[in-house]
């Protein structure tokens, strides 16, 4: 077992695997409407993350070397990794240098044409899941056309991970962002297990509604959670994980930390920070140093089948 420099064994659920193709994708797309796409990104990484700076790596870099160096220095048994087309193949050259230390997410857009054919190749590939980008789409996670993807997501038994409410880019399209959508894909397909990223990053009181409505609907904890300033009233870290615990308990929440970009790395703060908020809320809301255990490693492994080295 590694035990972190919190002292627990830590699986990190959620973070993106950023490679230099990745950030000239991002640059090229940020640059589609005659704008400087690097001015573009580096202003809205700045006002809208926790991060002082963006730079474009250079060519040779090698981020799953760097992603083991963080991993080791904090103590991290596994990371969970959203990997998009382009980082594809680097991705399962990280994989197959460094065993057990990361689990795979397929970025899936339901409305190309390849979304089924990714899925499969994702489960062939011995991913751990596929991710929704809803909040980015023009149609709802209910509608017919993403229910082919649910079908094969079921026949390679992935989990779904879904990003609703705001995000990063300025493409979020907030009428499909609600969680509340998924509700009828996790009644037609009661044998999936859907995970709502960064507790519903911004729809908190929705993703509390699934909790009761729902048994196979879980949310993760991932990032800054920043999205709590855009609420009408307030709330804390420690708030949040107590109303969580309330409503869904221990079983159905999942530690990450959404880390991303270098030179930030692993964002231990956030490790941190949530402990801390968890360890606070103890023992009216957690039962046993188990209860703690299963929020940050057991219940990833529990949806995924992964396996840490």
Not at 126 to 140: A, C, H, N, T, V
Not at 214 to 226: A, C, I, K, P, R
Not at 243 to 255: H, L, N, T, Y
Request: hydrophobic share 40%.
């Amino acid at each position: 077992m590694v035990v972190s420099k919190i002292g627990i064994d830590v699986v990190d659920a959620h973070a993106h695997f950023m490679t230099y193709a990745t950030v000239k994708g991002f640059i090229e797309r940020a640059s589609q409407e005659g704008q400087d796409g690097f001015a573009k990104m580096q202003n809205r990484v700045q006002s809208h993350t926790d991060m002082k700076d963006f730079f474009i790596p250079d060519e040779n870099w090698d981020p799953a070397q760097m992603w083991i160096d963080e991993l080791d220095k904090y103590g991290v048994s596994a990371i969970g990794m959203m990997i998009g087309k382009e980082s594809w193949d680097e991705f399962n050259e990280a994989r197959k240098r460094f065993p057990g230390r990361f689990l795979g997410y397929a970025n899936i857009d339901p409305a190309a044409e390849d979304a089924v054919d990714l899925v499969k190749r994702a489960g062939k590939d011995g991913f751990q899941g596929i991710k929704l980008y809803p909040s980015s789409w023009k149609m709802p996670v209910y509608d017919e056309r993403v229910y082919p993807v649910y079908e094969e997501v079921r026949k390679q038994k992935l989990l779904v991970i879904a990003h609703f409410g705001i995000t990063i880019g300025t493409e979020a399209n907030l009428r499909f962002g609600n969680p509340l959508d998924i509700q009828k894909p996790a009644h037609d397909f009661p044998d999936l297990n859907f995970m709502i990223a960064h507790f519903g990053a911004g729809f908190f009181r929705e993703v509390l509604m699934l909790m009761y409505q729902t048994e196979n609907v879980y949310m993760d904890s991932s990032g800054s959670n920043s999205w709590m300033k855009f609420l009408p009233y307030d709330l804390t870290i420690t708030k949040i994980f107590e109303k969580a615990m309330k409503a869904g308990g221990p079983k159905r929440i999942v530690f990450g930390t959404d880390s991303s970009f270098f030179p930030r790395g692993f964002r231990y703060n956030i490790l941190e920070e949530q402990y801390n908020a968890v360890r606070s809320i103890c023992p009216q809301f957690c039962y046993s140093d188990d209860d703690i255990d299963m929020i940050f490693r057991k219940n990833i492994l529990d949806l995924t089948g992964f396996e840490p080295a």
